[in-house]
C-alpha cells in the first residue's frame, strides 16, 4: 500500500468517527470566489484567441495585407470592449423583456451584498462575469475580418464592427443567455455555436456577397483561381492558439466553479472540446485525400476550427466518442462548404463561413442528440430565427456603408496591397517592395 493509499485509509477512518467532515462543502465565499477564478482565467483564454484569429488570417492572406489584418484583429477586439462598456453588456443582460434588452447607456460592477460578506448560491464579482461575456463579443467579429480580408476598407470595416457588437450580437444574444423568448422557448445553445459562430458566419457572408471577390479569384469563364496564403507555419500557429483558447470558451461557460459537481462538467467540457477538434481534423485529412488524391492543410486547419465550432453548442453532455463524431461531421462540412462558396462565386478568404457558420449550424442542431430536454424542432427555430434577424440587420447596414463612405478598396490599392495603401508600411519590409529601395 502506498503512502497516498495509507493517507487515504485514514482520513475515511476519521471520517468515520467524526473526527473530519466527509466531502465537506466549500463555503459560500469560496465558492464565489472559485466562480470568479473561472470566470477570470477562462475569460483570459477566450481574450488569447484573438492572437489565434490574428495568426491564422496573417498566414492566410498575401503577405502585401498581412499588417492589415494585425490591425483590425487589435482593434476589433478593442472596439467589442468599449461597445460592450457603453450598450452591450445592458442590451443584452439587463432587464431582458423577451426580445430585447436595455439600452441604458454604460456598465458597472455591484458587488455590495458580497463586500457586505453575503454571498448567493453561485455567485461571482460583477466584473468578472462581465469581462468573460466581453470576450466573447470579439470572436464574433474576429470572423467577419478573416472572411472579408484583403479587399475591404479598413474604416469601414470597423463601422461594422460598432454596429454588430453593439446591436446585433447583444439583441440577438438576449433571447437566449438573457433568458429571453428562445430561452423560454427551450432553445439551448451552450457556448455559443450559433450566438457566436454562426452570428459572425451570416455577418460574414452576408458582407461578402455585398462587397464582391478580390480581383483575380474568379476568371471570366467562371473558373476559380486558387490564391494561396503566405505563411502557413503561422496560420498553423494560430489555430493552435485558437485550439487552446477554446477551453476557456467552452469550459468557462459552465458559469462556476463552485462545486465538485461544477469541477467534473468543466472536466468533461475540457476532453469533449479537445476530442471534438481532433474528430475535425482527421475526417477533413482523410476526406481531402480521398476527394483530391492529396492532404490539405488549410482543409485541416479549418477541420480543426469547425470540430471546435460543433461541439460549442453542447460540450457537457456528449460522451467523448460522441463528441468525436460530432467534430468529425464538422470537418466533413468544410471540406464540401469550401467548394461550393466557390461554385456560388463568394470569396471567403480563410474559410470562415463554413467553419464558423455551417459547422455552427450542424452544432447547434446536434444538440438534440445528446440533450434530452431539447427538441430538434426547437433548435431549428432558434438557427432560423437568428439566422434572418443577423442576415436582415447585417445587410441593412453592410449598403448603408457601402452607398455613404464605401467598403470596397480600389482596384488600384487592392493590387497594391491595403498594408501600402491604408497603412503605408509593409508586414515584410525585407521581402517585399520595401526590400528593392535600397
Known amino acids: 500500500m502506498t503512502k497516498f493509499k495509507i493517507a487515504a485509509a485514514a482520513m475515511t477512518v476519521l471520517a ?5 467532515p466527509a466531502y465537506a462543502a466549500v463555503d459560500g465565499e469560496t465558492a464565489y470566489i472559485l466562480n470568479t477564478f473561472s470566470f477570470l482565467v477562462n475569460g483570459a483564454l477566450v481574450m488569447w484567441m484573438g492572437a489565434g484569429f490574428a495568426m491564422l ?5 498575401r503577405s502585401k495585407n498581412t499588417a492589415t489584418i494585425c490591425l483590425k484583429n487589435i482593434s476589433l477586439y478593442a472596439i467589442a470592449g468599449l461597445t460592450f462598456y457603453l450598450i452591450g453588456y445592458n442590451l443584452m443582460y439587463l432587464d431582458v423583456t423577451g426580445y430585447i434588452g436595455s439600452f441604458s ?7 455590495t451584498e458580497a463586500l457586505a460578506g453575503t454571498f448567493a448560491d453561485g455567485g461571482y464579482s460583477a466584473s468578472s462575469d462581465w469581462f468573460f461575456q466581453m470576450v466573447f463579443v470579439a470572436t464574433a467579429a474576429s470572423i467577419v475580418s478573416g472572411a472579408l480580408a484583403e479587399r475591404i476598407k479598413l474604416w469601414s470595416f470597423l463601422g461594422f464592427v460598432v454596429l454588430l457588437t453593439a446591436i446585433i450580437y447583444p439583441i440577438q444574444g438576449s433571447w437566449v443567455w438573457g433568458g429571453g423568448w428562445l430561452s423560454q422557448m427551450g432553445f439551448s445553445d451552450y457556448a455559443g455555436s450559433t450566438l457566436v459562430h454562426s452570428v459572425g458566419g451570416w455577418s460574414a457572408l452576408t458582407g461578402a456577397i455585398i462587397l464582391g471577390a478580390r480581383k483575380g479569384k474568379f476568371t471570366a469563364d467562371g473558373k476559380v483561381n486558387p490564391i494561396p496564403g503566405a505563411n502557413l507555419p503561422l496560420a498553423t500557429l494560430g489555430t493552435f492558439i485558437l485550439w487552446l483558447g477554446w477551453f476557456g470558451f467552452n469550459g468557462g461557460s459552465v458559469l462556476a466553479l463552485g462545486s465538485a459537481a461544477n469541477a467534473i462538467e468543466m472536466s468533461n467540457v475540457y476532453a469533449n472540446t479537445n476530442m471534438a477538434a481532433a474528430g475535425g481534423v482527421i475526417a477533413a485529412m482523410i476526406l481531402t485525400q480521398i476527394m483530391y488524391k ?12 469547425a470540430g471546435l465550432v460543433s461541439i460549442t453548442a453542447e460540450p457537457a453532455d456528449p460522451t467523448v466518442g460522441a463528441a468525436i463524431l460530432i467534430g468529425a ?3 466533413v462540412i ?3 462548404a469550401v467548394p461550393l462558396l466557390d461554385k456560388l462565386k463568394i470569396d471567403d478568404v480563410v474559410g470562415a463561413i463554413p467553419a464558423h457558420l455551417c459547422a455552427g449550424i450542424w452544432g447547434t442542431l446536434a444538440v438534440a442528440f445528446s440533450d434530452a430536454d431539447a427538441t430538434f424542432l426547437t433548435q431549428l427555430i432558434g438557427v432560423v430565427s437568428i439566422g434572418a434577424f443577423v442576415i436582415v440587420l447585417s445587410t441593412i447596414f453592410w449598403l448603408i456603408l457601402k452607398y455613404t463612405v464605401g467598403i470596397r478598396s480600389s482596384e ?10 491604408e497603412l503605408g508600411l509593409e508586414a515584410y519590409p525585407e521581402f517585399g517592395q520595401g526590400s528593392q529601395s535600397f
Open 334 to 336: 468544410v471540406v464540401f
Open 329 to 331: 461531421v464538422g470537418g
Open 105 to 111: 447607456p454604460f456598465w458597472g460592477p455591484v458587488d
Open 16 to 20: 468515520l468517527v467524526g473526527a473530519v
Open 412 to 421: 488600384e490599392d487592392e493590387i497594391m496591397g491595403l498594408d501600402k495603401a
Open 294 to 305: 492529396k492532404v490539405d492543410l488549410t482543409m485541416a486547419l479549418n477541420g480543426a476550427i
Open 57 to 61: 488570417e496573417s498566414g492566410l492572406v
